[in-house]
C-alpha cells in the first residue's frame, strides 16, 4: 500500500484545510485509516481514525473542528480542518492498517506541513 498526502499548508488562526491522502495498491487489504500528527519536539499523536464500517474517532484537541471521511471509490481519505488554531501547527501524516494474508501492516505517508499562524 502506498499513501500520498496533499493539501497542507499555511493558513492563518480560525481558518480551514482539507488533507487528503490517496491510496494505491492493495487497498482492499486496508480496514483503518487515519490521520496522525507531529510537531517539532513532540511525539507523533493520534488526530482521527475511520473505519471501513465508517466509524470514526478524534483525538479531543480536534473533535468539533476536524472531520475525517473517505471516497472508497477513487480510495482517498481526507481530513477538513476547521477552525484552526496554532496548536495544530504540525506535520500530518496519513496511515493505513492492512491484513493481507494472516499479516498485520502499517503504511505511512510521507506527510504534508500544516502551519497555523497567530
Known amino acids: 500500500v502506498q499513501l500520498v498526502e496533499s493539501g497542507g499548508g499555511l493558513v492563518q488562526d480560525g481558518g480551514s484545510l482539507r488533507l487528503s491522502c490517496a491510496a494505491s495498491?492493495?487497498?482492499?487489504?486496508?480496514?483503518?485509516l487515519g490521520w496522525y500528527r507531529q510537531a517539532p519536539g513532540k511525539q507523533r499523536e493520534l488526530v482521527a481514525t475511520i473505519r471501513i464500517s465508517g466509524l470514526t474517532n478524534y483525538a479531543d484537541s480536534v473533535k468539533g473542528r476536524f472531520s475525517i471521511s473517505r471516497d472508497n471509490a477513487i480510495y482517498t481519505m481526507y481530513l477538513q480542518m476547521n477552525a484552526l488554531k496554532p496548536e495544530d501547527t504540525a506535520v500530518y501524516y496519513c496511515?493505513?492498517?492492512?491484513?493481507?494474508?494472516?499479516?498485520?501492516?502499517?503504511?505511512w505517508g510521507q506527510g504534508t506541513q500544516v502551519t497555523v499562524s497567530s
Open positions: 495498491g492493495s487497498t482492499s487489504s486496508i480496514f483503518l
Open positions: 496511515n493505513a492498517r492492512s491484513l493481507l494474508h494472516d499479516r498485520l501492516q502499517n503504511y
